[in-house]
């Protein structure tokens, strides 16, 4: 079995959380500058086997896309053509962001710790993940 790669994708920032090889556990990998995510991909997939891509994808609360897909599809279609071999899903990840912080804030994270942006969008990618292994 191959690893599944979540992806909470930003402009700036893209949070990446990966499951175990048995896709049971969902843990937050990294959060990569998104001008370099396909570089950071590339290098990654040549030592790790993942079988499936999930992106978040940000809902209005009447269930409209959010503005920020514009932004997104592209990367997927991107993401698509340059791994063609491994498919994509999609997951709603509204609150995710919201989720992210409030357990920082629940594990004891000072102040300082829980601005750091770049934690948020790798525990929202992780939740991401979450939600689809839920589903599953």
């Given at each position: 079995m191959g690893r599944i790669l979540a992806f909470d994708y930003g402009e700036k920032r893209t949070g990446i959380a990966i499951t175990d090889e048995l896709q049971i556990i969902a843990s937050g990998l990294t959060t990569?500058?998104?001008n370099k995510l396909f570089s950071f991909l590339t290098e990654y997939l040549k030592n790790e086997t993942v079988e499936l891509f999930i992106v978040g994808e940000p809902k209005q609360m009447n269930n409209t896309a959010s503005e920020s897909e514009q932004f997104i599809k592209p990367f997927i279609k991107k993401l698509s053509t340059t791994f063609p071999k491994i498919p994509i899903k999609r997951i709603d990840e509204r609150f995710t962001s919201k989720m992210a912080f409030q357990s920082m804030i629940d594990s004891g994270l000072k102040k300082k710790q829980r601005q750091n942006k770049a934690l948020i969008d790798e525990?929202?990618?992780?939740?991401?993940?979450?939600?689809?292994?839920?589903?599953?």
């Open positions: 990569v500058n998104t525990i929202s990618a992780t939740l991401i993940l979450q939600s689809y292994l839920h589903s599953k």
